[in-house]
């Protein structure tokens, strides 16, 4: 059976106090009030450097049992020095995630648009350097890695070091799924900045929700966990439409707070 950890790519959004959040609880409590609709998150402030342990500390004591935290790699280490030479900065980050304990899932390693195949050698040197007990997902964005020839080189190295292929629905980018261990790690990003507000769904993706879910079914059987993050960017409110995805497919959801119309689109 599979463990279902969906939510959304970070959690404090002023748009969200209304439709989301009520409107008499501070953006100190959001994640308490997050963790009572989703039973997972993807915070993105990692990206900008090693969280305080102070932050770290008070993630775990908003959250409910079984609530998992995925993070993002420090963009120092991805973007900045592309791997090289980031050892020390890659286990001061692994000592503060190791923290969160039970609470973390994932860490993500996103990788910018211009990490080319070419820099293939490059994540084959530093994969090894990753901790085998924690789970890590890769996200490359450069259209290379996905061509024919590349693909199997990129499988077998993430098979090798148990680190999952992320799936993403974003712009230029083919929607596929690699399955290279044994959880899936999918991210529905979108267009960026095609919103001007954030406080309502305002495309309709249920057909890409639904093919989505279609292409999942071939992998369940041969996975323990799926993590999956919706952005704002994907249809206008990822609150909203990863409640669309969890009631489309039969999960619990937890009504949002904005009334329910008829009919969205």
């Known amino acids: 059976m599979v463990n279902w950890h969906l ?3 970070g959690f404090s959004y002023k748009d969200w106090v209304g439709p989301f959040y009520p409107a008499d609880i501070g953006a100190r409590d959001f994640l308490k009030y997050y963790g009572e609709t989703f039973n997972s998150v ?3 402030s990692t990206f900008y450097g090693t969280p305080p342990v102070g932050n770290v500390n008070r993630w775990i004591a908003v959250t409910p049992e079984g609530f998992k935290i995925c993070c993002k790699m420090p963009k120092q280490i991805t973007h900045d020095m592309e791997l ?4 020390h900065l890659l286990a001061e980050f692994v000592k503060v995630m190791r ?4 609470r ?6 996103q990788f910018p648009p211009s990490f080319s195949f070419e820099k293939f050698p490059l994540l084959k040197a530093f994969l090894p350097e990753l901790p085998a007990d924690m789970r890590f997902a890769v996200e490359v964005r450069h259209l290379s890695w996905h061509a024919p020839s590349q693909v199997g080189q990129t499988e077998d190295l993430l ?5 999952s292929w992320a799936a993403t629905e974003y712009e230029q980018l083919p929607k596929r799924i690699y399955r290279t261990t044994d959880f899936l790690y999918i991210r529905f990003i979108g267009k960026h900045l095609q919103f001007i507000r954030h406080d309502s769904e305002q495309n309709d993706v249920t057909p890409q929700l639904r093919w989505w879910w279609e292409n999942i079914q071939p992998h369940v059987e041969h996975i323990s966990d799926l993590y999956g993050y919706f952005n704002n960017d994907y249809a206008g409110f ?5 409640n669309r995805f969890k ?3 039969g999960f619990e959801v937890k009504p949002l707070i904005y009334p329910k119309q008829e009919r969205l689109f």
């Open 104 to 109: 973390l899932g994932v860490i993500l390693i």
């Open 238 to 242: 990822a609150a909203g439409t990863c």
């Open 247 to 249: 009631s489309m497919f």
């Open 84 to 87: 090289s030479g980031a050892r």
């Open 42 to 44: 993807e915070i993105d």
């Open 7 to 9: 939510g959304t790519m």
């Open 99 to 102: 923290l969160l304990g039970d």
């Open 159 to 163: 098979r090798e070091h148990r680190v």
